[in-house]
T-cell receptor
Framework: GQNIDQPTEMTATEGAIVQINCTYQ??????LFWYQQHAGEAPTFLSY??LDGLEEKGRFSSFLSRSKGYSYLLLKELQMKDSASYLC??????????WGAGTKLIIKP | GAVVSQHPSWVICKSGTSVKIECRSL??????MFWYRQFPKQSLMLMAT?????????EQGVEKDKFLINHASLTLSTLTVTSAHPEDSSFYIC??????????????FGPGTRLTVL
């Protein structure tokens, strides 16, 4: 079966750095997405990785290792507005998005 | 980026009524649209994949006669929840597939529709 694993909840302090991990087992791989979802709102796109390595975009970076079926989202200089759920999703061989359950990130002052 | 709209944003209705939700791609043509449902504190659950001009493909466990999907044009897909019941209360989100910067296919999400059935 297809499976995406990510922690249910994480807590971090304002101004700090947090890393949210995602491991996946899917039938084929055509890229991995990270989305941010605030409560009561639709997801918004953060990043897309299809090759191994680190993609940096401002305070957010995303890393992928296809051989390990592993990705992480790194958030630096955390702000209170970063409190949200972070969803990992993999595009499988049929170009279907397989979603993780999401990681709820709580930022404390 | 591409913009997807949904209408209405909020719906409150009585049990037994039908509710139609519209999903529009505003500045691009979407041959494929997706309908998701999300219950509180849970992840997105794909309900169906909607292709313009053909029948939708429903995920296992989703009743196609209850959740009617029509994708009549390249910019509009509709989801009709027929004879809605309280257990259908949820956050319904559509997305449309488009080629994003960097040439990868990306799903652009609508803002969602919160359905409450009394």
């Amino acid at each position: 079966g297809q499976n995406i694993d990510q922690p249910t909840e994480m807590t971090a302090t304002e101004g700090a750095i947090v890393q949210i991990n995602c491991t996946y087992q899917t039938s084929g791989f055509n890229g991995l997405f990270w989305y941010q979802q605030h409560a009561g709102e639709a997801p918004t796109f953060l990043s897309y990785n299809v090759l191994d390595g680190l993609e940096e975009k401002g305070r957010f970076s995303s890393f992928l290792s296809r051989s390990k079926g592993y990705s992480y989202l790194l958030l630096k200089e955390l702000q209170m507005k970063d409190s949200a759920s972070y969803l990992c999703a993999v595009l499988d061989s049929n170009y279907q998005l397989i979603w993780g359950a999401g990681t709820k990130l709580i930022i404390k002052p | 980026g591409a913009v997807v709209s949904q209408h209405p944003s909020w719906v409150i209705c009585k049990s037994g009524t039908s509710v139609k939700i519209e999903c529009r791609s505003l500045d691009f043509q979407a041959t494929t649209m997706f309908w998701y449902r999300q219950f509180p504190k849970q992840s997105l659950m794909l309900m169906a994949t909607s292709n313009e001009g053909s029948k939708a493909t429903y995920e296992q466990g989703v009743e196609k006669d209850k959740f009617l999907i029509n994708h009549a044009s390249l910019t509009l897909s509709t989801l009709t929840v027929t004879s809605a019941h309280p257990e259908d209360s949820s956050f319904y989100i559509c997305s449309a597939c488009a080629v994003a910067e960097g040439d990868h296919n990306e799903q652009f999400f609508g803002p969602g529709t919160r359905l409450t059935v009394l």
